[in-house]
């Protein structure tokens, strides 16, 4: 049994135990895994991504009148609101993230009556795997279902954005949502955020990506995320009054421009910016590599890819960086980088699947030796996006 089935199980009894009956609607959304392109998806640019074998299940029935009950089916805590009137709170807030889509699918259609929902997944919390636009998507998916509204993948997405804006408050892309809703089993997804356009790419079979989480705090609601995309905005509106093309957003911006005119920028709006135009040109160039099996080059980039985190953008922090340090020097491994927004949670990294085993214990112990507790572990495949599962 997989383990995403063992949770759906799990699910469904806990559902049928609390609520006296069967739910109507479930939907499972994946976490996601991100491998280039950080930071870049509300610079308008591009994103190697894919879903993970780990996500969260969302089940939902309908019940008379307006009043509805959401429980998080892992600590088996539940808020009441009226369905027509989600609102954020200071308590639970985890709720916050289910309340800021209803809102979302009420502004398409108002609900004619409320719903007994559990959620349930698998996704550590904090890992930088994204388990909140999991749930999101999930979420989305089973009440749009439940109430009968049509919504196209991007309108899906944004609704989950709005959810994290609004109700979290994190200014976060669409990277995680896009990610969750377009995977495809065995290739990465590249997505182009200005144009919404997103491609399968392969990755081949000779090599699999091991998910290393610190368990080092990784929360993105204490302003570090929104001061990032904020000083993003304003190289862009810099980098506007300088050159002679048009300049909506970083990923207009070449490095061979930054290069010129960094100097006149604030320094840390400058080092910010370096960033996400870096990673832009990293994606295309992986891109290239993977058409022509060149994996060497492509783990190159992704070591690439943290050293400008950690030194542009200053989203990494020690954990993660023992942890990328650490696998430059063990047999097999071919790239690593942080995954998601930053500031902890986990690593990825590409090794060549006849090693997996060994790396992995060989990065619990560079892990163990440098911060005294060895860091979880996991083998991560590029999956399949969210999908009804009942309804």
């Known amino acids: 049994m997989s383990a995403c089935q063992d949770v759906y199980d799990i699910l469904l009894k806990k559902f049928q ?32 991504s894919a879903a993970i074998n780990f996500g969260t299940y969302f089940a939902v029935a309908s019940r008379e009148g307006l009043e509805s009950r959401l429980c998080a089916g892992d600590v088996m805590e539940e808020v009441s609101f009226n369905a027509d009137q989600p ?9 916050n993230y289910v309340k800021g889509v209803l809102a979302g699918i009420n502004a398409i259609q108002k609900p004619t009556h409320g719903f007994d929902a559990m959620f ?16 999101e998507v999930a979420a989305g998916l089973a009440f749009s279902k439940l109430y009968g509204v049509v919504l196209s993948n991007l309108e899906l997405a944004r609704i989950g954005q709005k959810a994290e804006h609004d109700f979290a408050g994190v200014k976060c892309g669409l990277l995680d949502q896009f990610s969750s809703i377009n995977g495809k089993k065995g290739s990465l997804v590249w997505s182009d955020f200005r144009t919404y356009d997103v491609k399968p790419v392969t990755i081949g079979e000779d090599v699999c990506f091991l998910m290393c989480n610190t368990n080092a705090r990784h929360a993105l609601v204490d302003g570090a995320y929104n001061e990032r995309r904020q000083r993003c905005e304003q190289a862009a509106a810099f980098f506007a009054t300088r050159l002679d093309h048009k300049v909506a957003a970083l990923r207009d911006v070449s490095w061979e421009e ?78 690593a980088r942080l995954s998601g927004g930053g500031f902890g949670g986990s690593v990825v990294v590409m090794v060549n699947k006849t090693d997996v085993e060994a790396a992995s214990v060989a990065l619990r112990n560079v892990y163990a030796n440098k911060h005294g507790s060895r860091c979880d572990t996991r083998i991560i495949t590029c999956s399949d996006g969210a999908r009804v599962v009942i309804g």
């Open 87 to 95: 609102s954020a709170t200071k308590d639970h807030m985890w709720s």
């Open 258 to 335: 930054w290069l010129k005119y960094h100097g006149e920028m604030d320094p840390i709006t400058a080092k910010r910016s370096a960033h996400p135009i870096g990673e832009d040109e990293r994606v295309l160039s992986g891109i290239e590599m993977l058409r022509n099996n060149n994996l060497a080059g492509f783990g190159r980039l992704m070591f690439e890819s943290h050293d400008s985190s950690r030194n542009y953008f200053e989203n990494s922090c020690p954990e993660l960086d023992t942890l990328v340090d650490g696998a430059q020097a063990i047999p097999g491994v071919l790239g």
């Open 17 to 48: 135990e609390k609520y006296g009956r069967k739910p109507e609607v479930v939907a499972y959304a994946p976490g996601r895994v991100e491998i280039l392109g950080n930071h870049t998806d509300y610079n308008e640019g591009y994103v190697l």
């Open 120 to 135: 349930l997944g698998n996704i550590p919390l904090g890992s930088g795997l994204s388990s909140s636009a999991a749930l």
